[in-house]
């Protein structure tokens, strides 16, 4: 089965602390993600990733960065974290898409809930 | 732009009762569309998928959906609700080469005993 999995599943952090997500995948999957997820909002993609050191910006970018120096591992982090980016966090991998071929599942990880205080 | 309107934030039914989520989507590209099930403290797991060819969907534990071109839409429904169903719904659009995963607001589904 493939696994995603977030180190940390409860954080709470100081304002102006600089907070760091860990994603690693185990089965070789080119594309990773970011969420966050709050209430009445659904997911919203934060950053991805299509291969190592590529990252591209996805809907909700700022006050995040990101960094992928392997394949397996794609990290979040929030440079100065901020109380209204208190949220659940979802990272996901998936195999590349290429034309004609049938659309990869994308798998989730379990979540980690940020509390910024 | 693909974006999807979930209908209805919080759904509750009786046990045994027929689930009806609903879920529409926009594209300008054609749609592969996904339904995912949250349950608490968890994260998101698959619950069928459309890509191309039969438009009625079958996925696990009893659940189906139907893509309608003409209406837009991708309901989910269930014929009988067990106690076990009661989660978060998401619905989601997807392109083929991106394969970025547009959400809807999502359905909290409540069973009745």
């Known amino acids: 089965d493939v696994k995603v999995t977030q180190s940390s599943r409860y954080l709470v952090k100081r304002t102006g602390e600089k907070v760091f997500l860990e994603c690693v995948q185990d089965m070789d999957h080119e594309n990773m993600f970011w969420y966050r997820q709050d209430p009445g909002l659904g997911l919203r993609l934060i950053y991805f990733?299509?291969?190592?050191?590529?990252?591209e910006k996805g809907d909700i970018p700022e006050g995040y960065s990101v960094s992928r120096e392997k394949k397996e591992r794609f990290s979040l982090i929030l440079e100065s974290a901020s109380t209204n980016q208190t949220s659940m966090y979802l990272c996901?991998?998936?195999?590349?898409?290429?034309?004609?071929?049938?659309?990869?599942?994308?798998?989730f990880g379990e979540g980690s809930w940020l509390t910024v205080v | 732009a693909q974006s999807v309107t979930q209908l209805g934030s919080h759904v509750s039914v009786s046990e045994g009762a027929l689930v009806l989520l609903r879920c529409n989507y926009s594209s300008s590209v054609p749609p592969y569309l996904f339904w995912y099930v949250q349950y608490p403290n968890q994260g998101l797991q698959l619950l069928l998928k459309y890509t191309t060819g039969a438009t009625l969907v079958k996925g696990i534990n009893g659940f189906e959906a139907e893509f309608k071109k003409s209406e837009t839409s991708f309901h989910l429904t269930k014929p009988s609700a067990h106690m076990s169903d009661a989660a978060e719904y998401f619905c989601?659009?997807?392109?083929?080469?991106?394969?970025?995963?547009?959400f809807g607001q999502g359905t909290r589904l409540t069973i009745n005993p």
């Open positions: 989601a659009v997807s392109d083929l080469v991106a394969q970025k995963l547009v």
């Open positions: 990733s299509y291969d190592v050191k590529m990252k």
């Open positions: 996901a991998s998936s195999l590349w898409g290429r034309w004609g071929q049938r659309l990869n599942t994308i798998y």
